[in-house]
């Protein structure tokens, strides 16, 4: 039987909520204020609510709020213009999981968690713990469009850490559907466009094919890891949240050092990569950097 959705019920699902609007707006501060805001207008007035259905409805509140938020936003004056295809929360285009696992994890991994994409990155939120938590019926039953939806509009409004056009147009539409199927699902079943089987090795040694072996090996390993945050032209990336590498033109040492210890917003390495791999991502950046 429905009843008054009363303040003393709130507290319970404060940390769900939390979770959920940190994966929609990417940042700390902006989610406890998005939460903030859903609870003070749903306690605007009398919500009669089934007490097995208040995790829901407070979700679909916070996704409404979070939407109306980022439609405020639209309509203030902007400092830079936005392609018109970059707002689609309404009836945003279904992109190609596929496709979109690759740009993820090229653009996005060495930022975020992903099991499915095998990324570690822990400047932005986890997103498997994000949105794994928030496909359940006590949180919501968050179905994928409305996961692509908060994820569409947090690529197409991003806020630093985040790094501003990302990925756009089609390329956004596809690491979107990505997300949204495969985030706190493992075994989503999606396979990257190009995926093809391989095997880490150590370090090469000697001549013939082995010094291109290892910078391969070093490429696949930094455009997977860095690239959402360093931008490096001969590995075709862009991030603004590290260091641009073309300019900095760090020495190997620097570099494996730099990858092992991690620092600021920078994660550590040590432990997710193997010293071989360490090396070859050194010996890679220091090899093409500025070239």
Not at 59 to 85: G, I, K, W
Not at 93 to 108: E, V, Y
Not at 210 to 233: D, R, S
Request: aromatic letters at 4%; charged letters at 20%.
């Amino acid at each position: 039987m429905p009843t008054t959705l009363s303040p003393q019920a709130l507290p319970a699902h404060i940390d769900a909520l939390t979770r959920a609007a940190r994966a929609m707006t990417g940042s700390r501060e902006d989610a406890d204020d998005l939460v903030q805001d859903t609870l003070l207008r749903v306690l605007a007035r009398d919500r009669a609510v089934e007490v097995e259905a208040a995790g829901a409805y407070l979700h679909q509140a916070l996704r409404n709020q979070y939407v109306s938020t980022l439609r405020q936003r639209d309509r203030r004056p902007r400092t830079a213009p936005l392609e018109s295809e970059d707002f689609r929360l309404v009836a945003p285009t279904s992109g190609d999981p596929s496709a979109g696992k690759t740009l993820f994890t090229q653009n996005c991994g060495s930022c975020h968690t992903m099991k499915n994409a095998g990324t570690s990155g822990t400047t932005g939120p986890n997103l498997d713990d994000a949105f794994g938590s928030v496909r359940t019926p006590a949180n919501g039953s968050f179905d994928e469009s409305t996961i692509r939806d908060v994820v569409r509009g947090q690529i197409a409004y991003a806020e630093p850490p985040m790094p501003q056009n990302l990925v756009q147009g089609d390329d956004a539409d596809s690491v979107a559907t990505y997300v949204a199927k495969c985030a706190g699902v493992p075994a989503c079943g999606v396979q990257a466009t190009g995926a093809q089987a391989t095997t880490t090795t150590g370090a090469t040694t000697g001549g013939g094919g082995g010094g291109g072996a290892a910078a391969a090996q070093g490429k696949q390993i930094f455009t997977e890891n860095c690239g959402g945050c360093h931008t490096l032209k001969d590995a075709g990336t862009s991030g603004t949240v590290g260091p641009n590498l073309d300019d900095l033109k760090p020495p190997t040492a620097v570099v494996d050092r730099q990858v092992t210890n991690g620092g600021q917003v920078m994660p550590a390495f040590k432990g997710k990569l193997t010293p071989a791999q360490i090396a070859a991502v050194a010996t890679y950046v220091s090899s093409v950097a500025g070239k």
